[in-house]
Nanobody, 110 residues
């Protein structure tokens, strides 16, 4: 079982940027990895995924603003978030298969 630990969340003004990190306890090069988020009162939703071959898919709501990347040598997944909007406020989780991290809070003020 892979353990995942997210970091990098915080409070930022609209238009700002944050970079989230997710460190895995084991090797990740053979796994697809993804970011999800859950806003207050809403269900958890897909944000972005990075396949084993490096292919990426984004939710329409973040396309062009967020970039997912991975560093397999350091077992780390990243999410670069630019042009942040108040509606991006949520707890952000990384996931691989059935394994989820504990989440990191992102708050965007208007």
């Amino acid at each position: 079982q892979v353990q995942l630990v997210e970091s990098g969340g915080g409070l930022v003004q609209a238009g700002g940027s944050l970079r989230l990190s997710c460190v895995a306890s084991g090797r990740i090069f053979n796994y697809a990895l993804g970011w999800y988020r859950q806003a207050p009162g809403k269900e958890r939703e897909f944000v972005a995924t990075n396949s084993r071959s490096g292919g990426t898919v984004y939710a329409d709501s973040v396309k062009g603003r967020f970039t997912i990347s991975r560093d397999d040598a350091n077992n780390t997944l990243y999410l670069q978030m630019n042009s942040l909007k108040p509606e991006d406020t949520a707890i952000y989780y990384c996931r691989t298969g059935v394994n989820w991290g504990q989440g990191t809070q992102v708050t965007v003020s208007s």
